[in-house]
T-cell receptor, first 114, second 109 residues
């Protein structure tokens, strides 16, 4: 199993550009989520999904869109990038029917917006 | 705003000593989890404690939960240099999981 795979690992954008961060998991997990991590602030939840066709907003959803058309994929779209979106983005998944409640994380995508 | 807040923000100890990190949170939870992050990597799950549990052990880890005080602690016993990392608590309420800012632990050989 590859686990949670994020692409790209690094990206530089100009203000106003759009892009999509990809996230895929091969563990048949119902739950997937996106976080951003900024220095000194820990992880903040952007959006999450409890299954295909279902998404919900987290703590900091503005400026980001998500969709969940399949169980495996949960892309995060930046519609018009701003310097404030410079961050490290983590995708995570979880088996909701499991006992552990464990989130499995990808290795992160480092985004710089100039 | 973030749900959990860890204390201290940074902790430096000698190998073999115990490390204690605390987490306080603000609202209801279903469970509380602790994660570890090595520099530049994703987070790795360490342990979960449910809201109706008070203490849990896993290897060198001991977690306590006091729901009346809305606080949890993580104890790492007999620390090793390889334990050097950032540690985060995360509160889970109805699939909305929120993380604190973390404690940076340095274990000196």
């Amino acid at each position: 199993n590859a686990g949670v795979t994020q692409t790209p690992k690094f990206q530089v954008l100009k203000t106003g550009q759009s892009m999509t961060l990809q996230c895929a998991q091969d563990m048949n997990h119902e739950y997937m989520s996106w976080y951003r991590q900024d220095p000194g602030m820990g992880l903040r939840l952007i959006h999450y999904s409890v299954g295909a066709g279902i998404t919900d907003q987290g703590e900091v959803p503005n400026g980001y869109n998500v969709s969940r058309s399949t169980t495996e994929d949960f892309p995060l779209r930046l519609l018009s990038a701003a310097p404030s979106q410079t961050s490290v983005y983590f995708c995570a998944s979880q088996l909701l029917s499991g006992d552990t409640g464990e989130l499995f994380f990808g290795e992160g995508s480092r985004l710089t917006v100039l | 705003s973030q749900q959990g807040e860890e204390d201290p923000q940074a902790l430096s100890i000698q190998e073999g000593e115990n490390a204690t990190m605390n987490c306080s949170y603000k609202t209801s939870i279903n469970n509380l989890q602790w994660y570890r992050q090595n520099s530049g990597r994703g987070l790795v799950h360490l342990i979960l404690i449910r809201s109706n549990e008070r203490e849990k052990h896993s290897g060198r880890l001991r977690v306590t939960l006091d729901t009346s005080k809305k606080s949890s602690s993580l104890l790492i016993t007999a620390s090793r240099a390889a334990d050097t990392a950032s540690y985060f608590c995360a509160t889970d309420y109805n699939n909305d999981m929120r993380f604190g800012a973390g404690t940076r632990l340095t274990v000196k050989p």
